[in-house]
């Protein structure tokens, strides 16, 4: 299993450019989010998904969009890019439930210039 | 609003001294977990717990429901525990709250 993958590692932005976080899972799970890390600020949820074609906003949601067509792809989308949007981007993943395993993926990270 | 505090915030020790490090939280939840963050910044699981203690190995982790607060112990510390740990806590409505994490540095 590959576990959780992002691509790309690393994005430089220009303001106003728009672009696609990739997130998959090969783990069949249900629940995928997406959260952004600041310094001095921890995690913060973004978007996340119970399933496919159902999704929801989180703490931080305005300037990203989501989509859930399969199980396994949970894509984040920039739609107009803005230097408050640098940061680094986690996706994860788990079976349904409060008391499961969180699997996360190894970041992206983003500098909008 | 901090829906969930972390203390200390740095923490250096000796290897093999008796770790711990605490988690307030303000919200209702279902569960708390702790990760463990490396160095290269991957993010990892610890502990998933709604109540009581659980261990691995040298971890500790336990909880208390009625005053908001658990804490992760770590006996015997060596420098490859050196990690950020973070807090999370899984609210009653499908969302995690973090905390900002706690960077501990363990010297030989």
């Known amino acids: 299993n590959a576990g959780v993958t992002q691509t790309p590692k690393f994005q430089v932005l220009k303001t106003g450019q728009s672009m696609t976080l990739q997130c998959a899972q090969d783990?069949?799970?249900?629940?995928m989010s997406w959260y952004r890390q600041d310094p001095g600020m921890g995690l913060r949820l973004i978007h996340y998904s119970v399933g496919a074609g159902i999704t929801d906003q989180g703490e931080v949601p305005n300037g990203y969009n989501v989509s859930r067509s399969t199980t396994e792809d949970f894509p984040l989308r920039l739609l107009s890019a803005a230097p408050s949007q640098t940061s680094v981007y986690f996706c994860a993943s788990s079976y349904s439930g409060s008391l499961v395993t969180q699997y996360f993926g190894p970041g992206t990270r983003l500098l909008v210039l | 609003k901090n829906e969930v505090e972390q203390s200390p915030q740095n923490l250096t020790a000796q290897e093999g001294e008796f770790i711990t490090i605490n988690c307030s939280y303000s919200?209702?939840?279902?569960?708390l977990h702790w990760l463990q963050q490396h160095p290269g910044g991957g993010i990892v699981s610890l502990f998933m717990?709604?109540?009581g203690k659980k261990k691995h190995g040298r971890l500790i982790a336990t909880i208390n429901i009625q005053e908001k607060h658990s804490s992760l112990h770590i006996t015997a510390s060596h420098p490859r525990d050196s990690a950020v740990y973070i807090c999370a806590v899984w609210d009653t409505g499908n969302q995690f709250y973090f905390g900002t994490g706690t960077s501990l540095t363990v010297i030989p």
């Open positions: 783990m069949n799970h249900e629940y």
């Open positions: 919200v209702g939840i279902s569960a």
């Open positions: 717990l709604s109540s």
